[in-house]
């Protein structure tokens, strides 16, 4: 089909899912990620091949592009059963498309993909969801879209490394069963916990950030994801081969990729309560219009005179809120607030109007210079010590 035809099925396809969002507020749809338009022809082919819920586009408009290469979001319809009500064989093969989609997607070109486990919101709320997000997601998909996470998995039988221990393990038989069953079980802690750190060591050069899954299931495997930017994981597999055969003994190696790089970037669908905006304004004693600048000077003044060497003086007497309450509200009303600077500024109904669901787009990885630890995710420079210290 000619390039021009796909685009015109594209927009009727969309242009149907908006009048049966109008239809049925109710119906939920789920958000899969975002793409660059350019190829977006050749992505939306190959994700279509995977059989599941009818695949949508909304393009953003030309002029929140801002001169870049413009943005389309992807996303499928949800049944109508809530999905804790569905049946297990259903909700796994529902979850199991959104996940092969997201494959897909990832090895066909740049893709920015949502959290599936924060994706889903009403079919209405969708446009002005997005209304509010293109500006933001074409940065992050510049920054984010080209990237890959693998999932590397060591695995090992435990009976070469309980013979290689025989000497340690004997002496725990004469005092019984339990003993010799905690003797044994401490042999495999050991050696889990050399090999982790050997793989650890071994990956950190090779990638851009790295994820210790901790017990892959077993006390003899060890699981590790990586990120990698697109193309890029033979220096993985080269330094995977370069392990030394003692930590790679009786030993198989998976990798499993390239992946979506959903335990380092993706999208989220938060919800803010029209209260708390109310609330957050009133922490932060905001006047009857601000931008982004003014939210900032205002919030930074707050902060100063909320810090605890200010508590008792004349202009925070009776204000009760912490330097914590402050930058919660500040962030909260950031993130409702347009991008840039507005000469008249905004009022608190605009915000208000704004709140409901909303995007969350995916923080920065530190570079990989210096210590750094995020929700389980760290630098490749951020090996831990203690583990580094278990290699002989």
């Known amino acids: ?32 990620g975002f793409a660059p338009l350019e190829g977006l022809d050749a992505l939306l082919a190959a994700m279509r091949a995977v059989p599941g819920p009818e695949l949508l586009v909304h393009r953003a408009p030309h002029t929140a592009s801002r001169g870049g290469p413009g943005v389309a979001a992807l996303f499928q319809t949800e049944p109508d059963v809530p999905l804790m009500e569905r049946g297990r064989e259903a909700l796994a093969a529902s979850l199991g498309t959104v996940q092969r989609r997201l494959e897909v997607a990832c090895q066909a070109g740049p893709f ?5 486990a924060a994706a889903c919101c009403p079919a209405a709320a969708v446009p002005l969801l997005l209304a509010s997000a293109w500006d933001a997601l074409t940065p992050a998909l510049a920054r984010h879209g080209a990237h890959h996470q693998w999932d590397i998995v060591l695995s090992w039988t435990p009976e070469h490394v309980v013979a290689r221990h025989r000497g340690e393990i004997a ?11 905690e003797a044994v079980a401490g042999v495999l802690r050991n050696e889990r916990g050399r090999r982790e750190a050997a793989l650890l060591a071994a990956l950190a050069p090779a990638v851009l950030a790295l994820a210790a899954g901790g017990a892959a299931g077993a006390e003899t495997q060890v699981a590790v994801t990586v990120l990698v930017a697109s193309g890029c994981e033979a220096p993985v597999e080269a330094a995977l081969d370069a392990m030394a055969a003692e930590h790679v003994e009786n030993a198989t190696i998976d990798m499993r990729g390239p992946l979506p790089p959903l335990s380092f970037f993706s999208v989220k669908i938060a919800t803010v309560e029209e209260q708390a905006v109310t609330s ?21 003044l707050r902060a100063a005179a909320a810090h605890p060497d200010r508590q008792h003086a004349p202009e925070t007497a009776g204000s009760g809120a912490t330097v914590s309450d402050l930058t919660d509200a500040y962030r909260l009303l950031r993130d409702l607030l347009p991008a840039g600077t507005d000469a008249e500024g905004h009022t608190l109904d605009f915000l208000l109007r704004r709140a409901g669901y909303r995007l969350i787009m995916p923080a920065d990885i530190a570079a990989p210079v210096r210590p750094v630890q995020r929700a389980g995710v760290a630098t490749a420079a951020a090996l831990p010590e203690s583990l580094l210290e278990r290699l002989p």
Do not use: C, F, K, Y
């Open 280 to 300: 957050a304004w009133s922490t932060l004693g905001l006047g009857d219009r601000v931008d982004l600048s003014d939210l900032h000077r205002q919030w930074r």
């Open 171 to 181: 002496p725990a038989a004469a005092s019984g069963p339990a003993a010799l069953a």
């Open 112 to 116: 920015l993909p949502m959290d599936p």
């Open 1 to 32: 089909m000619a390039q021009v035809e796909m685009a015109q099925l594209d927009m009727v396809r969309t242009r149907r899912s908006q009048i049966e969002m109008g239809e049925n507020a109710m119906q939920q749809t789920r958000l899969l």
